[in-house]
């Protein structure tokens, strides 16, 4: 398995706009494949935020991951905080450590690039994450949880 940046990979731009869409985006009217990929697209950055990494084997997809920036707001104060997104690991690769090579390698360069700690939001794989360093930071409408970790001694 390797994982290579999207900017470094683009032939699977495609089949990641169709999987991400039809994981994460199907029941939203406004969401398209096509938004999709133009989302993506965005993200096919290496030195800066957001990017995306892709796990694949020569020409066969495994899995995917984002960073991206995303804004917090409070009554007091807005600020941009890292977050980890679009993580998804094909079927048949489930099982086989692709998801967790993939937050690893997501962790690593949001770290190089001056990151200290990343965030991310999920309902349903909490305990996965809590394995994998990830400590509940705030509890939204059950079961969803916000999850942070922090990249200073990874």
């Known amino acids: 398995m390797q994982i290579s940046l999207l900017r470094d990979v683009p032939q699977f731009l495609p089949a990641l706009a169709e999987a991400l869409h039809e994981t994460f985006w199907l029941t939203d009217p406004a969401a398209s494949v096509a938004r999709a990929h133009e989302r993506l697209s965005l993200r ?45 690991v094909d079927d048949t690769q489930r ?30 794989e909490r305990e996965f994450y809590e394995r994998r360093g990830w400590a509940v930071i705030d509890a939204l409408a059950s079961p969803t949880v916000v999850m942070r970790r922090s990249l200073l001694h990874i």
């Open 44 to 88: 096919m950055n290496a030195e800066m935020l957001p990017f995306t990494l892709v796990a694949h084997d020569d020409a066969q997809l495994l899995g995917t991951g984002s960073v991206v920036i995303n804004e917090l707001q409070d009554e007091n104060q807005s600020l941009q905080a890292a977050w980890l997104s679009g993580v998804w």
């Open 95 to 124: 099982g086989k450590g692709v998801g967790t090579a993939v937050i690893a390698a997501c962790c690593s360069h949001a770290r190089d690039l001056g990151e200290p700690a990343l965030l991310l939001m999920t309902a349903d």
